[in-house]
């Protein structure tokens, strides 16, 4: 990154905490991800992985669904959903004991904590557990950032197969944005009947 996009990117993360600009991959997110997964009438549970401020009105648009949320950070547990545990995605079963998500979205927590290959195996294990047959597992991911973990090659992801989700028609979707990261990546898969 050159010192000129250094500091365009601090200027725009600047503006993004002050509400006067949206990241591109935050739009996607926002805009036509979670909306859709709001709309779907076969998705009434959804577990949301990793909180921050900026997704603190995340679960507004779940009205009458279950907004879930986990994060090892007691510090955010004030901008979680209903209910929010205090602890880690690897521990899903543990926390949300019996409760069966119809989809779980997990962006920006492999690389930015999760950053370790077995971690992402257990991570991804206790996704499928967590989740139904047919539910939703949506990762956004910067591949280019240093500690990024491949999850399509953790031997947990065959229990998941990439479908095709919502208007993108693509079970792989990038958006370039203007940090260092250059791009965010989401993947979607669906976990398998049988796996
Ligand atoms: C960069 S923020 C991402 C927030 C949000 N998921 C998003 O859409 O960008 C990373 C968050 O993931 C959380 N995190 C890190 N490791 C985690 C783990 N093993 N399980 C659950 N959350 C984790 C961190 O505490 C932090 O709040």
Redo the contacts with the bound molecule.
Sequence with gaps: MNPFQWVRAEILRSAWRRGLYTPPD?RV?EGDILPELARDPTVTRLL?????W??RHYPDQFGGKTFAT????PE?ARLGGNPHAV????DIEEHFPGLVFDAI?????IG???NDRD?VDR?LGACAKALRPGGWLVL?VDELRPMHVDPSASPASRQFEPRPFGASASARLDVAIPFKERWHTFLFWQKKARS
């Excluded at 949301?48 to 921050?52: E, L, P, S, T």
């Excluded at 986990?70 to 950070?73: G, L, S, V």
């Design positions: 935050r997110l949301f992985v990793g909180v921050q900026y997704t986990i994060d090892p950070d955010v602890g880690r995605v690897q979205v997990m962006t920006g927590v930015y904590g999760l971690e991570a956004g």
